[in-house]
């Protein structure tokens, strides 16, 4: 059922969390690929 229901939410490129959501709880927005690759190089040196 959680895999069925993962691949229906890629399927309709479902949103699962509101933008404001993320801006109040966890700060996510603004977060860019360059930045996802610089950490993913800065961790997968260790």
Do not use: P
Not at 5 to 15: G, K, T, Y
Not at 20 to 39: K, P
Request: glycine share 4%.
């Amino acid at each position: 059922m959680f895999a069925m229901i993962n691949r229906m939410n890629d399927l309709f490129h479902a949103e699962l969390e509101f933008e404001e959501y993320n801006l109040f709880r966890l700060g996510a927005i603004g977060v860019t690929t360059d930045a996802l690759d610089s950490y993913a190089r800065r961790i997968c040196v260790l």
